[in-house]
């Protein structure tokens, strides 16, 4: 009976283990964060679009939901929000972001 149960343990305690490791590995994804002004006529779905790399729509609107502190959607034009970018995308950088930055 007893060796069952270290037995079970054991099993338990590796699956952790490797259950840890895949959600490393999941998570070590290469993936920045860049701040970027709304331009005109975006959302939050064709920014997703743009950005999301491998991550689906919604997981990338939730990142940036939760990263600016958003209950909803909505964006507006001129706004600066904390995007995820995959690093195989272009980056966010454009003179727009630097001019809001110089004026600041």
């Known amino acids: 009976m007893m060796k069952n149960i270290l037995k079970f343990f054991s099993y338990v305690v590796c699956a952790a283990v490797v259950l840890c490791a895949m959600g490393l590995f999941m998570l070590n994804e290469d993936v920045t964060y860049n701040e970027m002004n709304i331009p005109e006529g975006e959302d ?6 743009k950005y999301r790399g491998t991550l689906s729509i919604s997981e990338w609107i939730a990142i940036v ?20 970018v995959h ?14 930055r110089n004026t600041q």
């Open 44 to 49: 939050l779905y064709t920014l997703a679009e």
């Open 87 to 100: 690093k195989d995308l272009p980056s966010v950088e454009d003179d727009s972001i630097k001019l809001a």
């Open 65 to 84: 939901k939760r990263e600016n502190d958003m209950y909803g959607t909505y964006v507006y034009e001129g706004q600066t929000l904390i995007i995820p």
